[in-house]
C-alpha cells in the first residue's frame, strides 16, 4: 500500500514537472519566436530606411538608360525630397537640388497637390505644367507611384 503511495506520488510529481517544463519550454519558444520577429521587423526597417536615404548609384543600368532619355525625369521620395535627375534634368534644373524639396525646384500648387494624390491613391496622373521662369514653357507631366522605398 505503501508503495503505491510513494509511485502514485512520484507520477503526480513528474506529471507536474513535466508541465512545468513544458509551460517553461513554450514561453521560451514564444520569446525566442518574438526576438527572431523583432529582428525581421528591424532588419526590414533599416533595409528600407538604407534605401531611401540613398541616392541612386550612377552605376546602375536602369539609370544609363533613363540618362539616355531626352525627357527631364525627377524621382521624389514621399516627402517630395528630389532623389534623382537624368542627364536631362540636371541640364534644365541644375544638379544642386538634388535632396531639396521639389517646391524649391517648381513651385507649382498643383503639382505639390497631385503628387500627393498619387503617393495616396497609388494612381497615374497626367497634367499639365506651365513655367514662365526664366522663359515659358510647357510639360505635359506623368506623376505616378513608384516602389514604396523612394
Given at each position: 500500500?505503501?508503495?503505491?503511495?510513494?509511485?502514485?506520488?512520484?507520477?503526480?510529481?513528474?506529471?507536474?514537472?513535466?508541465?512545468?517544463?513544458?509551460?517553461?519550454?513554450k514561453?521560451?519558444?514564444?520569446?525566442?519566436?518574438?526576438?527572431?520577429?523583432?529582428?525581421?521587423?528591424?532588419?526590414?526597417?533599416?533595409?528600407?530606411?538604407?534605401?531611401?536615404?540613398?541616392?541612386?548609384?550612377?552605376?546602375?543600368?536602369?539609370?544609363?538608360?533613363?540618362?539616355?532619355?531626352?525627357?527631364?525625369?525627377?524621382?521624389?521620395?514621399?516627402?517630395?525630397?528630389?532623389?534623382?535627375?537624368?542627364?536631362?534634368?540636371?541640364?534644365?534644373?541644375?544638379?544642386?537640388?538634388?535632396?531639396?524639396?521639389?517646391?524649391t525646384?517648381?513651385?507649382?500648387?498643383?503639382?505639390?497637390?497631385?503628387?500627393?494624390?498619387?503617393?495616396?491613391?497609388?494612381?497615374?496622373?497626367?497634367?499639365?505644367?506651365?513655367?514662365?521662369s526664366?522663359?515659358?514653357?510647357?510639360?505635359?507631366?506623368?506623376?505616378?507611384?513608384?516602389?514604396?522605398?523612394?
Amino acid at each position: 500500500m505503501m508503495t503505491l503511495l510513494f509511485l502514485s506520488l512520484a507520477v503526480i510529481i513528474a506529471i507536474v514537472v513535466i508541465l512545468v517544463s513544458a509551460k517553461f519550454i513554450k514561453a521560451g519558444f514564444d520569446a525566442r519566436s518574438e526576438i527572431r520577429d523583432q529582428k525581421q521587423s528591424e532588419n526590414l526597417n533599416q533595409e528600407v530606411q538604407d534605401i531611401t536615404n540613398e541616392n541612386i548609384e550612377e552605376s546602375d543600368e536602369q539609370v544609363k538608360i533613363i540618362n539616355q532619355i531626352d525627357d527631364s525625369i525627377l524621382i521624389v521620395d514621399k516627402f517630395k525630397n528630389i532623389k534623382f535627375f537624368n542627364n536631362s534634368a540636371k541640364k534644365k534644373f541644375g544638379e544642386h537640388n538634388l535632396n531639396k524639396h521639389v517646391a524649391t525646384l517648381l513651385r507649382v500648387p498643383d503639382l505639390l497637390q497631385n503628387i500627393d494624390l498619387v503617393l495616396l491613391k497609388k494612381e497615374t496622373i497626367t497634367m499639365d505644367l506651365e513655367l514662365s521662369s526664366p522663359s515659358f514653357q510647357f510639360f505635359k507631366v506623368h506623376l505616378f507611384s513608384g516602389p514604396t522605398s523612394y
